[in-house]
């Protein structure tokens, strides 16, 4: 999924300017050579004005079919039939289903748990309600953003009514007004390797659009929408000593985490609709009775999800290359974003292809790019397997947004999608990946370079990475932390290890994981596997503690002195560690005449003094000038004068003055 900090971003980028120019005079070390990640709109391709764009001349809506691949890739642990039909007027999914579940352990089980997400609307007084308070990201709940689903049948295959057997659950916090996770005990028990199978029914109100599904107008979100199997972890997976359930309720920041199947899904709509869906069509769209009826089938993938629109401008392209062995692209576009096909096109084929080349095959035939509409945001911005939904067709002519949300999607469908980590427990191996792969093809396709110094310095509550998900203070604080802090890490990584072995280590860990639900121990494995080097201080410190690597100029001290006779300049500089280590720290002096000289400091002391010796006076000292170092968060301190001329301190205490009214008047506000 996509944050948005726009805003929090926007005031802090305002105090960063504002500090640059009160800090005028302090040399080159506080002059930002990059763009930030989020690049004006004045940066995109230029598009015609919408008045003047004419749509895609394409096909209606995709209208051939496909079948399944012979080949297994995953364990297939759940089988789901469902028949669902969507009423237009009353905002409600009704559906049946049959589903199988096939026992992975050596254990038999007695129950089941169903995750049963659309009753987080059900009222304010849901978990994911009191936790997000009715708002995710920028998308606020309206009045009608209520919802729910309500078990109609629950029957075994020979007619046994289960319904009396299933009991709601609240495991992580014991709030009884949350309905989002059901335990059902089992008339009979599932041997290891043996399945079940139930037959259920059930109806869900859609909200109007808000966390990732609902309605907006004719516009329809289904993500979510089905009772969906949780995750049974068998011994060793995620460094399970014993097998068990893994099953949570739906909470204000955590996402999603199911295991691999197969879907074979039957839905009608109003004819008027165009239907988008994870997987492809089995059979051509048949229309009667005023309804339009799809059949989709999708295998090896953890989830369903299905969009439709009356309004949906469809485009297509056949796309390979290598790591891609054939995949039809189809975009689902809001009317007002008809005249950008170009541009979801390309970062579509520029992800798959990127991704493909630097972590492994992308097996899928399909990938399906939505475009909800204006004022749809609620749905815009998240990921299902081979489906992505853009953000909403909010400005006619949007910046690099655009590209960037489908390059984010599009690298879900490896970290969420084939590795499929547990996003409960461990989100950041999920969004940290994502952002990090992100950043990899808008600098590599579209030059837009991450601004990793003011990313960085964002970080001022950072917090352990692993660790469940609703732990964190709010959605800023998960944000901040499973998605820029995440990033940071790897980066930091990277800097250490070199390009060349982190594409190694990245690659490894998808080709060895994916599929299998790995964890945080494992990706450490990996990274010591490759590197041949342990890497336990590296994550005690940055991935399960909450350190950032903060090192400072802490004195300077410049005073005259003779050597052979001859006036020279003693200057002794004491640099500190203020955060965790990361090593080695380069130092910059600059002297008077110019000269420059830079030694190293492996940064593992608390403090270090330099003591130095030159024919003229020290300038300044900058510790890690070229800003190699990013998990250093407060770089205010890295860089400090001999002297400070009366000119510059005035400059300094109105730049910060005003700086801090600033921050008091947005906190005020």
């Known amino acids: 999924m996509t944050p948005r900090h726009v805003t929090r971003l926007a005031l802090f980028l305002l105090t960063a300017i504002l500090l640059v120019f009160s800090l005028q005079g302090f040399g080159d070390a506080w002059l930002s050579q990059y763009t930030y990640a989020y690049a004006p709109a004045t940066k995109a391709k230029p598009s015609p004005p919408s008045n003047t764009a004419k749509p895609p001349a394409a096909a209606q809506e995709p209208d051939s079919v496909m079948q399944p691949k012979p080949v297994a890739l995953s364990k297939r642990v759940t089988e789901y039939h469902i028949q669902a039909s969507l009423n237009e007027e009353a905002k409600t999914i009704t559906a049946e289903q049959s589903v199988t579940w096939t026992n992975p352990g050596r254990k038999t089980v007695s129950e089941l748990y169903f995750h049963l997400y659309p009753n987080a609307f059900l009222s304010d007084k849901s978990t994911f309600m009191r936790e997000s308070g009715g708002q995710l990201r920028q998308d606020k709940a309206t009045s009608d953003s209520l919802g729910y689903m309500k078990l109609l049948t629950l029957k075994t295959t020979e007619g046994e009514t289960l319904l009396p057997r299933l009991h709601y659950e609240q495991p992580d916090d014991g709030n009884h007004d949350d309905y989002t996770l059901a335990k059902l005990h089992l008339p009979v028990p599932v041997e290891p390797n043996k399945s079940v199978t139930l037959r259920m029914s059930y109806e869900v109100k859609l909200p109007e659009v808000f966390a990732r599904m609902g309605y907006s107008g004719d516009f329809i979100m289904a993500g979510q929408w089905f009772p969906k199997l949780a995750v049974y972890e068998t011994a060793g997976t995620r460094g399970r000593s014993s097998e068990g359930w893994n099953a949570h309720q739906y909470h204000g920041n955590s996402e999603?985490?199911?295991?691999?199947?197969?879907?074979?899904?039957?839905?009608?709509v109003p004819a008027k609709y165009k239907v988008a869906a994870t997987g492809f069509q089995t059979k051509p769209i048949e229309t009667k009775d005023g309804l339009k009826i799809y059949q989709f089938y999708a295998?090896?993938?953890?989830?369903?999800?299905?969009?439709?629109?009356?309004?949906?401008?469809?485009?297509?392209?056949?796309?390979?290359?290598?790591?891609?062995?054939?995949?039809?692209?189809k975009l689902y576009l809001d009317p007002a974003h008809a005249h950008l096909k170009d541009r979801y096109m390309h970062a579509a084929k520029t992800s798959l292809a990127k991704y493909a080349q630097w972590y492994g095959e992308y097996p899928y035939s399909t990938l399906s790019v939505v475009v909800p509409p204006k004022g749809g945001n609620g749905a815009g911005g998240m990921e299902y397997p081979t489906l992505v939904t853009?953000?909403?067709?909010?400005?006619?002519?949007?910046?690099?947004?655009?590209?960037?949300?489908?390059?984010?999607?599009?690298?879900?469908?490896?970290?969420?999608?084939?590795?499929?980590?547990?996003e409960f427990e461990e989100a950041w191996l999920d969004e940290g990946f994502t952002s990090y792969a992100e950043d990899k093809v808008m600098e590599s396709e579209y030059g837009v370079e991450p601004n990793l110094r003011v990313e960085s310095s964002y970080m001022t509550d950072p917090a352990p990475l692993k660790q469940l998900s609703w732990s964190y203070d709010d959605n800023n604080h998960y944000a901040e932390n499973v998605y820029i802090r995440a990033k940071l890490v790897l980066v930091g990584m990277e800097k250490q290890v070199g390009t060349k072995t982190m594409q190694k280590i990245m690659r490894t860990y998808f080709s060895k994981y994916k599929f299998r639900h790995p964890s945080t121990s494992d990706f450490q494995k990996v990274v010591e596997g490759v590197t041949k080097t342990k890497w336990t201080n590296y994550f005690n410190q940055y991935v399960y503690g909450n350190e950032m690597a903060d090192f400072a100029v802490d004195t300077i001290q410049v005073k005259p002195a003779e050597k052979d006779g001859k006036r020279v300049y003693e200057s002794t500089v004491v640099v500190s560690k203020r955060g965790g280590s990361y090593g080695p720290i380069p130092i910059e002096f600059r002297f008077a005449d110019g000269n420059a000289l830079t030694q190293q400091w492996d940064g593992s002391q608390a403090h270090m003094q330099f003591k130095l010796i030159q024919n003229t006076p020290l300038l300044w000292a900058a510790l890690d000038p070229q800003h190699t170092n990013v998990l250093d968060n407060k770089q205010i301190n890295n860089f400090m004068k001999a002297e400070i001329e009366g000119k510059q301190r005035t400059r300094w205490s109105v730049g910060a003055a005003k700086m801090l009214e600033i921050i008091v008047g947005a906190i005020g506000w």
């Open 299 to 329: 295998d090896d993938v953890h989830d369903f999800a299905w969009a439709a629109s009356p309004d949906f401008v469809y485009d297509e392209a056949a796309y390979s290359t290598k790591g891609v062995p054939g995949v039809r692209i």
């Open 256 to 268: 999603f985490y199911s295991d691999f199947g197969i879907y074979s899904v039957r839905i009608k």
């Open 390 to 422: 853009a953000f909403a067709a909010e400005h006619d002519n949007p910046g690099y947004d655009l590209e960037r949300t489908v390059v984010h999607e599009i690298g879900h469908q490896y970290w969420y999608g084939m590795v499929a980590s547990n």
